[in-house]
């Protein structure tokens, strides 16, 4: 196939999924269709990527799409957790529906919205003008807005109204970032389109404006970093990661955060080019060991389990955050592994949170109890993600974090203490936490259920087969954005 | 020339003009009279964007400004006077405090936006060069207004503004972002329209009002 052809496939299936689940998406099959649309999704990500595996980066659809080594990985990714997802809520939202938890409206908004989600997200991967990169993004914020208030519950419409504004006015600082982009971009390459093009950019990211990109940086950091979610522009994210349906929870944790990080490397790798400075990495590395700390110590306090998993994942951006601020070819390595294997893990625990908080009726960690005795899958699911999640070996976050805090030695040895610390608080408070909840006796509220066997140990099996060993097309592909990320 | 030199100073004045909206906006009360403020303030973008193709000569922006004026003076004002109408709070005011003070950020925040982008007005050789700053601290305005203010409808209309703040922006910085991206940054606030028309209900039927102060549960606990 023509790999034009295959952009647009793998960018019209979800799109005509979403219109069609738009009118269908309350009926008995419209789970089905969902599958179906992510399944399709991910069969034409997975030959794009062995197109791009084969034969290297390419330009595609008159030079508006462009792909990499970088954000191939990350579509088949995208379109693999999606369709995990759409499994995991097959079950999950027709309990809800069952429970009266949402209406036939709500069911076919929930189903449109999930396709165009991930839509917006290939978009975003996989344009080359990095003003749609932008116009993506916020599709992608938008089409998530109204699925955090999906179940109309005063803190629902609490969490999306916060999502909505905060993220709104974050993005509009990274869109202000990109007009100063163009500007100093507009000077080298001429008016219109092509002065967008990132591959034009990374071409003449030499002869850009080093003043003028500095201060674009400064806004696209904030911008995206608040859809990153890093401390201190994270507000949103607890309330948003854990009022919606549990499916959203899992796509928002999961993917959205890595897209929005991914973003801000694209601009960062722009900036360097031209400033020939580590000021971007320095910032970038701020915000990250900021986040990591503050997360850390915020995950102690928890109540709500969603709430607790949302720190977790601000914890896990901050230490990739971190570790592309600190650059060279171990510590970047260390953060493209560290975004596949947290989006399976984190993904996997909140498809285990989800089937445990509908067993208890509650998300209340104080009220989940039993998990082992009550559902094995369910109990011990939780406990192998949190394993993984807090670094334990042989799992895969145990590599990158090792990676990455190897580098940190190398090349930043005063901040070790700190990432370490983070670390290990973080480690602590979810054992803490995790503990009481799966061992023990099952209490007389719990109920059982059928759960999705499928996605949960899937993806953990992932990511440990991807501790113990890495394939060697994974290793070649993250060497080479390790490359082009220089 | 003469010509180029009136033309340049129109552009000002409605530059002016803009930030003066702006800053009536960050004190207005009543919401039925920000919508009209902010129904001008798209007015004076969409026709210092005409100004600019003009000048310029630069065909893309006539369409910019036909685009600005038919989503920001015509569409949104009459979609927020619908929804207003619906919700029967068109003669609702807000308490809003410490109108002296919000003033004095405002004046420090455009002092701080001509400072900001003075490496920029060096670089560039456009006429237009010098309404960067407006743009920039229309901007800061539109998110001081979203911070000060805690009715949902100022807080949209804030929001709003802002991002008229970052249109200007793209038209004094560089005569305009490319097609392309305008188009598809105008989808983006049309949907954006739709999802706080939606919003409103939400939070009226809810809460019962639009005072989004009501909305404080979600906090971490000690």
């Known amino acids: ?379 011990w699911g939780l406990m192998f993600g949190v394993m993984a999640i807090a670094g334990m070996p042989p799992f895969g976050i145990f590599t990158s974090e090792f990676l990455i805090l190897t580098a940190t030695m190398k090349d930043a040895p005063y901040l070790t203490p700190f990432l370490l610390l983070g670390l290990g608080v973080a480690f602590a408070a979810l054992f803490r936490k995790v503990q009481p909840m799966v061992a023990g006796d099952v209490p007389s509220y719990q109920k059982a259920m059928k759960v999705a066997h499928l996605p949960v140990i899937l993806h953990l099996v992932l990511v440990l087969a991807i501790g113990l060993y890495m394939p060697d097309f994974l290793n070649s592909w993250f060497h080479t954005a390790v490359e082009l990320l220089k | 020339m003469m010509d180029l030199q009136i033309v340049s100073q129109i552009s000002s004045f409605l530059a002016a003009l803009v930030l003066l909206t702006a800053f009536g906006m960050l004190v207005q009360k009543r919401v039925y009279g920000l919508i009209h403020l902010f129904a001008w303030q798209g007015l004076f973008l969409s026709l210092n964007t005409a100004v600019v193709g003009f000048v310029a000569n630069k065909h893309h922006l006539y369409i910019s400004s036909v685009l600005t004026l038919s989503l920001k003076v015509v569409l949104l004002p009459y979609i927020l006077h619908v929804l207003i109408n619906r919700l029967k709070i068109r003669k609702e005011v807000e308490t809003v405090v410490n109108i002296p003070m919000t003033m004095m950020i405002g004046i420090a925040l455009v002092i701080f936006s001509y400072h900001l982008t003075a490496p920029i007005r060096q670089l560039s050789t456009l006429i237009t060069r010098s309404t960067l700053a407006v743009a920039l601290a229309t901007v800061m305005l539109g998110l001081l207004m979203m911070i000060t203010r805690r009715h949902a409808v100022t807080q949209i209309i804030g929001f709003l503004a802002l991002e008229n703040g970052l249109f200007f922006a793209a038209t004094s910085a560089t005569y305009g972002m490319p097609l392309v991206v305008e188009l598809g940054v105008a989808l983006d606030v049309l949907i954006a329209a739709f999802i706080f028309g939606i919003f409103f209900f939400h939070i009226h039927t809810t809460f019962d009002t639009l005072d989004v102060e009501q909305m404080a549960k979600l906090k971490e606990e000690n």
């Open chain 1, 1 to 379: 196939m023509n790999s034009s052809v295959m952009l647009l496939v793998l960018l019209g299936v979800p799109f005509c999924a979403s219109v069609v689940l738009a009118f269908v998406g309350d009926r008995k099959f419209a789970p089905e269709i969902n599958i179906l649309g992510s399944a399709a999704t991910f069969a034409v990500g997975i030959g794009l990527a062995l197109e791009v595996y084969v034969q290297g980066p390419m330009l595609a659809g008159g030079r508006f799409f462009f792909v990499d080594a970088f954000n191939v990985y990350l579509s088949v990714l995208t379109a693999f957790v999606s369709m995990t997802t759409a499994v995991f809520s097959r079950r999950y939202m027709r309990r809800e529906r069952e429970h009266g938890r949402v209406g036939h409206v709500g069911m076919r908004f929930y189903h449109a919205m999930f396709q165009l989600f991930i839509f917006a997200m290939l978009l975003c991967l996989l344009t080359n003008n990095v003003g749609v990169l932008w116009i993506a993004m916020e599709l992608a914020t938008l089409s998530t807005v109204l699925l955090v208030s999906l179940y109309r519950t005063p803190t629902a419409i609490e969490a999306a109204w916060k999502y909505f504004i905060l993220c709104g006015v974050g993005i509009a600082q990274a869109l202000f970032g990109t007009v100063l982009l163009y500007f100093a971009a507009e000077k080298v390459l001429g008016e219109g389109g092509e002065a967008l093009l990132w591959t034009n950019l990374i071409r003449v990211s030499g002869s850009l404006e080093p003043t003028v990109l500095s201060l674009a940086f400064v806004f696209l950091m904030v911008g995206y970093g608040t859809k990153v979610g890093l401390v201190p522009l994270h507000n949103w994210l607890p309330d948003a990661h854990s009022e919606g349906p549990t499916p959203i929870s899992a796509v928002l944790s999961g993917l959205l955060l890595n897209i929005a990080l991914y973003a801000l490397v694209r601009c960062k790798v722009l900036v360097d080019g031209s400033t020939h400075t580590h000021h971007a990495g320095n910032i970038m590395m701020g915000f990250g060991l900021l986040s990591i700390i503050v997360a850390a110590f915020s995950l102690l306090r928890q109540k709500d389990i969603k709430r607790m998993f949302s720190y977790s994942s601000i914890e896990h951006m901050g230490v990739a955050t971190f570790a592309f601020g600190l650059g060279g070819p171990i510590a970047t390595f260390g953060a493209l592994l560290h975004m596949l294997v947290h989006s399976l893990a984190k993904s996997a625990i909140f498809f285990t949170v989800g089937h445990a908080s509908q067993m208890h009726r509650s998300q209340d960690m104080a009220r989940i109890r039993g998990l082992f005795r009550g559902n094995p899958l369910v109990g």
